[in-house]
């Protein structure tokens, strides 16, 4: 079982989560909800060859360019009485499963704390039109625009959002939408990459990176900027819990605590851990046992 939780508001050392990937004899219930399901449309601007490297317009270009149309897909798991609810975004490995969507460990375990539960999947994954693009703008978009419609769809599932979370890539995406919605009340995120133009130098993930740089051979340095959330920490909700694996090597253990020191050198209330024995990938009894601990710190 997880042991202790440490809150930092400034660098100090913490003591690491013990977690146990055995069931033990309080395995937790799972929690009965209501399922929803939806797509939202949206408009995109679509490319074109106006745009340099350097993400600026070049000069005598036509600004204005066409739209597209593309749907994001969301989700949302319903309790009969809730108090709030959170927004959960995706890692880079996958999208969210439509079946699965309200069992898996992390909808659960914002159930079990009464919350009702939000997630949607970025362009290109699940049934979400457009093309991936690394928690990019349209990814970021995308977020917004299913937020909303998840709302004005579900008049009983108790918005205005509390809180988003996320891990991996998700936790980049998590931490934008809360940054742009402006009114959340705190952000959990794990394993996250709060610097891209690092994550590109240092991870072990060749993919991941490989990703990174064909952003950035796309858009130019602006690449960076639009996805490291690490840059400006202002607008992030009053409450952070961030917790990564310690034998984590794609995403880097210098940015982590750099970014823990930004949010509590802008007064923000942070909870940091690294959890001995784990790496970037999560078993699901495990995920479950940190994100109930990190529920708790932020609520």
């Known amino acids: 079982m997880i042991q202790g939780c440490a809150t930092s508001a400034g660098p100090r050392p913490e003591e690491p989560l013990k977690i146990s990937d055995s069931p033990g ?89 009464g919350l009702n539960v939000a997630g949607f999947n970025r362009p290109g994954f699940g049934s979400s039109t457009g093309e991936r693009d690394l928690v990019g703008k349209h990814s970021q978009q995308a977020a917004l625009v299913a937020a909303e419609s998840i709302l004005k769809a579900n008049a009983g599932i108790g918005g205005p959002y509390s809180g988003s979370y996320g891990y991996g890539t998700g936790a980049t995406a998590a931490s934008f939408f809360a940054k742009q919605s402006g009114n959340l009340q705190w952000l959990i995120v794990g394993g996250g990459m709060f610097d891209f133009e690092q994550v590109a130098r240092t991870s072990d993930d060749r993919q991941l990176v490989d990703l990174i740089k064909k952003a950035s051979g796309k858009e130019g340095e602006v ?23 310690k034998d984590d090597t794609i995403s880097p253990h210098d940015q982590a605590h750099a970014f823990r020191d930004g949010l509590a050198a802008s007064e923000c209330k942070v909870t940091f851990q690294e959890i001995a024995g784990i790496g970037h990938k999560i078993g699901p009894r495990q995920l479950r046992q940190i994100l109930d601990v990190m529920i708790t710190s932020v609520r």
Request: glycine share 8%.
């Open 223 to 245: 690449a960076y900027e639009i996805r490291s959330i690490g840059y400006d920490v202002n607008g992030l909700p009053a409450r952070v819990a961030i917790f990564r694996g």
């Open 25 to 113: 004899p309080d395995a937790p219930k799972v929690v009965p909800f209501k399922q929803t399901t939806g797509l939202a449309a949206y408009s995109v601007a679509a490319p074109d060859d106006s745009d340099s490297h350097d993400g600026k317009s070049r000069k005598g270009a036509k600004s204005l360019k066409s739209q597209t149309q593309q749907s994001v897909e969301w989700f949302t798991c319903q309790l009969e009485k809730a108090g709030g609810v959170v927004l959960m975004a995706h890692d880079e490995d996958s999208g969210f499963d439509s079946k699965d969507f309200c069992n898996a460990p992390e909808a659960q375990a914002f159930l079990a704390s």
